[in-house]
Nanobody, 122 residues
Framework: QVQLVESGGALVQPGGSLRLSCAASGSSFNIYAMGWYRRAPGKLRELVAA???????NYADSVKGRFTISRGSAKNTVYLQMNSLKLEDTAVYYC????????????????WGQGTQVTVSS
């Protein structure tokens, strides 16, 4: 497993933007796939977006057109640009790594970050 550290969570007003960052350490190799999940109060964890090192992506329907996932120029980093944030985007966001894609869908690996809180509120 690799170690994942997220940052960028904050309190933001509806319609605002945030950028989450995740950096992985402990791997000498480029991690093939990384993703973001979130868990809202009282709800199950859900996939937000994922991306391969080659740029293949997978987004939840609820965030398509608003969120953009990207890989950083630094090895094993991933970002989540969140625009037009809604109240329902409030959640703890977790970075995940070493998962895989099958049928266009990302399946999580065993490496998880500690989470970063995103709160959308007026």
């Amino acid at each position: 497993q690799v170690q994942l550290v997220e940052s960028g969570g904050a309190l933001v007003q509806p319609g605002g933007s945030l950028r989450l960052s995740c950096a992985a350490s402990g791997s000498s190799f480029n991690i093939y796939a990384m993703g973001w999940y979130r868990r809202a109060p009282g709800k199950l964890r859900e996939l937000v977006a994922a991306i391969t090192s080659g740029g293949i992506t997978n987004y939840a329907d609820s965030v398509k057109g608003r969120f953009t996932i990207s890989r950083g120029s630094a090895k094993n980093t991933v970002y989540l640009q969140m625009n037009s944030l809604k109240l329902e985007d409030t959640a703890v966001y977790y970075c995940n790594a070493e998962g895989y894609f099958r049928g266009g869908y990302y399946y999580p690996g065993d490496s998880w970050g500690q989470g970063t809180q995103v709160t959308v509120s007026s």
